[in-house]
């Protein structure tokens, strides 16, 4: 969420200026950088044995290794509504009961399948799990609450986000408190550094590129140490150049945490885009997302004036890759 008051939209890449264009090496573009080296190394292994076939059982494997490889992104895009359940100024999940969530995130697929050149739509539900309060202390989602939603989703093939906003509390911490929820097939993780704050609505706050290596590290060992099949995301927001510090440093290349660098902040369709272009320069966290504000009619709250249409959204460059209406 953007602030006018701690941040001009306009002056972000003036301010940002001064760090320099992130010099990463060159790298694959996604979603070529997806299920190749697994490919090629299937492909190895049976030219290996030229004459030996396999079993009916040996080809199940194999083909659910392959499917277990690949990337959720690969072949569609995600669409969420974002917000806390139990708030109605916190974002539209707030604001409807699940049903009628489901009913209005399926129109705007169905908006948005119509113009992504074939690939399909995954929806999402896009939860905040844990609220930062004064002080920097962390509500918690209630459970029974967030236990609905997420077999609500298992029920209507849709994908959960739970998002921590870190507040005074350790990065690993925070994101280890929502491990357990990974024995759903359909969950995923998010981390929001503006509220790595003690004085949240005073001060933005940030992460550091290595706090963001490691929470992948340890996300991906969780993943391997309980066989957690194929990938899962683990989604960073970003609308100010401070929230991620020496970002140029940051990693995207293990092998079962898919990073998505999502664009946030509210504002004008100038204000949007040059945020999106700022966070474009990480090409060294190639995925990208982009979040949207609905305007909810919340006292105090913002919102994007106008909103972008999906065909605007899908022309930003790169592409985003998961897209949020908060």
Known sequence: MLFPALLGGQSLLAEASGTGAEN??????????????FYQESREQEAARPYWAMTENELALQASRIEDERSLLLNQDILAFYGHPL????????????????????????????INNGRGIKKAFYIIYGTVWPEGQIGI????VLQNYIQYALDH?????????????G??????????????PNVHLALDPEWRTEKPMEE???????????????MEDYIREHKIPGE??????????????????????????????????FGS??????????????????????????????????????????????????????????
């Not at 989602?141 to 029974?144: F, G």
């Not at 933005?204 to 340890?218: D, P």
Request: proline share 6%; charged share 30%.
């Open 232 to 265: 899962r995301m683990l989604v960073i927001h970003q609308f100010n150049w401070r929230m991620i510090r020496n970002r140029e440093e940051v990693r995207s290349d293990f092998e079962k945490v898919r990073l998505v660098h999502c664009a946030d902040g």
């Open 87 to 114: 708030s109605r100024r916190m974002g539209i999940l707030g604001l409807y009961p699940l049903e009628e969530l489901d009913r209005r995130l399926s129109a705007l697929a169905d908006e948005y399948l119509e």
């Open 171 to 184: 990065v690993i911490d925070s994101l280890k408190r929502m491990f357990p929820y990974l024995r759903y």
């Open 141 to 144: 989602l209630n459970e029974t």
């Open 24 to 37: 990463a090496p060159e790298r694959r573009t996604f979603p070529s950088i997806y299920f190749e080296e």
């Open 269 to 326: 369709p100038s204000i949007k885009r040059s945020s999106y272009a700022y966070n474009a320069r990480a090409v060294n966290i190639p995925v990208k997302g982009f979040k949207l504000f609905y305007n909810l009619g919340t006292p105090g709250a913002g919102y994007d004036e106008p909103l972008l249409e999906p065909r605007e959204v899908l022309s930003l460059d790169p592409r985003p890759y998961i897209i949020m209406y908060q």
């Open 157 to 169: 093939d849709i994908l959960i986000f739970l998002d921590h906003q870190i507040g005074r509390y």
């Open 204 to 218: 933005i706050g940030s992460v550091s590129a290595a706090e963001i290596n490691e929470a992948q590290r340890v």
